[in-house]
């Protein structure tokens, strides 16, 4: 099964920029689907934004015009460039795959798990 890995988080101030990266390892023929999520201690997990294998994108609205969702489909990678961060934008950042169609033995597209990743921390200060 497909295992996402998250890295990019840390401890920046307000109007300050991070870029998170998100990685796919693995045996991997196509993923329909690759976005950011976040949660905060208490509430729900939200989407920030997610961006198809033909490039069309999506992103919340608390986010739009301060955030950049990228993939590079040879890669399996996507990332999230966050400029002027807020203080309300802190929380464990999550990656998510969806339509996700794996190699199998021999080399032929078959249907995977959606996936998550365990999260990186995002924290903004005043």
């Known amino acids: 099964q497909v295992q996402l890995v998250e890295s990019g988080g840390g401890l920046v101030q307000t109007g300050e920029s991070l870029r998170l990266s998100c990685a796919a390892p693995g045996r991997i023929f196509s993923i329909r689907t690759l976005g950011w999520y976040r949660q905060v201690p208490g509430k729900q997990r939200e989407l920030v934004a997610t961006?198809?294998?033909?490039?069309?994108?999506n992103y919340a609205d608390s986010v739009k015009g301060r955030f950049t969702i990228s993939r590079d489909n040879a890669k399996n990678t996507v990332t999230l460039q966050m400029n002027n961060l807020k203080p309300e934008d802190t929380a464990v950042y999550y990656c998510n795959a969806d339509g996700v169609l794996l190699l199998g033995p021999d080399w032929a597209p078959r249907e995977g798990m959606d996936a998550w990743g365990k999260g990186t921390l995002v924290t903004v200060s005043s």
């Open positions: 961006c198809t294998s033909a490039g069309a994108r």
